[in-house]
């Protein structure tokens, strides 16, 4: 089975003369979930959207589910599902009338997708909701309809941007059983997200991004312990913060070109 997500000296942003990122590389594999993790501005977002195929690379590549967006861009997009941080939903689609709109533009069969709708309804507890029209819905119960759609397709790559945000606890117990039964099916899952224990809790591999370049990746025990070689560091968190800290005290010694004494 194809790597479901190969980053390869990633280089790109919004400007050739000042990249927002730096040679990134990383990949994911099928059933794996990884958290990217930053400060604001750190690069995530423009990753992402080099991911979907929303900005084109300087130099380097991205490969979903083995294929390059030029290789074949049909077959490329449809590798992937993406959940944007801020639900976007037709004004005038019910949730259900969401749901089928996603069953036919990714072309799945309706009997499966049906089965599938009334099982992610049960899982969110949005049944009672499902003739509903976005206006009608509290932002948690809009990020709902967009994580139940993207969990609809299944595809090898699901890509979400801050899931937690608005969710009640429930709620999100609910995306950590559907994310891991997504996973159990074979899909990778690319989060990104500044709640930091859910990651520590969930995810298989963390990247920490910051102003573009990677500082560190690997399991939540290998970043904290990148972070503290005494094994100090008891939460991602304090990982976060001492990684953060100790390269932007790296920067500000070697500003001008030279260390300074």
């Not at 195929?53 to 991205?62: A, D, I, R, T, Y």
């Not at 019910?94 to 799945?108: D, F, I, K, P, S």
């Not at 509903?132 to 139940?148: D, F, I, N």
């Amino acid at each position: 089975m194809a790597t479901a997500l190969t980053l390869d000296k990633l280089t790109g942003g919004y400007s050739s003369r000042k990249p927002v990122l730096h040679e990134v590389s990383f990949d994911i594999q099928p059933g794996e979930m990884m958290g990217l993790i930053g400060l604001n501005g750190a690069g995530k977002s423009t990753a992402i959207k080099h991911v979907l195929g929303l900005m084109l690379p300087q130099s380097g590549e991205v490969r979903v589910a083995g294929r390059r967006l030029e290789d074949d861009r049909d077959r490329y997009r449809s590798s992937c599902a993406y959940v944007p941080e801020q639900p976007s939903l037709f004004p005038n689609l019910t949730v259900a009338e969401h749901l089928r709109w996603t069953e036919t533009a990714y072309g799945l069969d309706a009997r499966e997708a049906a089965r599938r709708t009334e099982a992610l309804a049960e899982t969110f507890r949005m049944g009672h909701a499902m003739g509903a029209l976005p206006g009608t819905l509290s932002k948690g119960m809009r990020q709902k309809v967009m994580l139940m759609n993207a969990l609809l397709v299944s595809p090898p790559l699901l890509i979400i941007d801050e899931p937690f945000l608005g969710l009640d606890p429930l709620a999100t117990r609910a995306l950590v059983l559907a994310l891991n039964e997504a996973r159990a099916a074979g899909s990778a899952i690319l989060l990104s997200s500044h709640i930091l224990p859910a990651l520590e809790r969930n995810a298989d591999r963390i990247v920490v991004l910051h102003q573009g370049r990677i500082l560190a990746s690997g399991t939540p025990g290998g970043v904290k312990r990148a972070a503290d070689a005494d094994g100090a560091d008891h939460t991602l968190d304090d990982a976060f913060e001492k990684l953060i800290l100790a390269a932007d005290a790296a920067g500000a010694a070697t500003e001008g070109g030279a260390p300074r004494v």
